[in-house]
């Protein structure tokens, strides 16, 4: 079966870093695009990053440009999420998750097929 496992969450204080790592088995990796979402609580599930097929091409929110990057191996069947300059807005659980879907609705939680457990990141003040 598909599994994806994400770690590397935590608290940290305002203006540090994390970086989320997120392991797949069960899939072929290199034929998925993946994605890292996030969802705080009350609010949304909230695109964050994506990357493409073979890590050539990445996309990221507006509200995290400049601070996280998302990077793959796909010869480990990995995807991580390095996030710097962390805000208390960026609390919440981070979610790792694969589609086929076309470039335009990446954005899109619905176009995923497979998702994570989730791994809590808190921001403190």
């Known amino acids: 079966q598909v599994q994806l496992v994400e770690s590397g969450g935590g608290l940290v204080q305002a203006g540090g870093s994390l970086r989320l790592s997120c392991v797949a088995s069960?899939?072929?990796?290199?034929?998925?695009?993946v994605g890292w979402f996030r969802q705080a609580p009350g609010k949304e599930r909230e695109f964050v990053a994506h990357s493409r097929r073979n890590g050539g091409q990445t996309y990221y929110a507006d509200s995290v440009k400049g601070r996280f990057t998302i990077s793959r191996d796909n010869a480990k069947n990995t995807v991580s999420l390095q996030m710097n300059s962390l805000e208390v807005e960026d609390t919440a659980v981070y979610y790792c998750?694969?589609?086929?879907?076309?470039?335009?609705?990446?954005?899109?939680?619905?176009?995923?097929?497979?998702w994570g457990q989730g791994t809590q990141v808190t921001v403190s003040s």
């Open positions: 069960g899939l072929t990796f290199s034929t998925y695009g």
């Open positions: 998750a694969t589609t086929r879907a076309v470039l335009s609705a990446i954005r899109d939680a619905q176009s995923y097929n497979y």
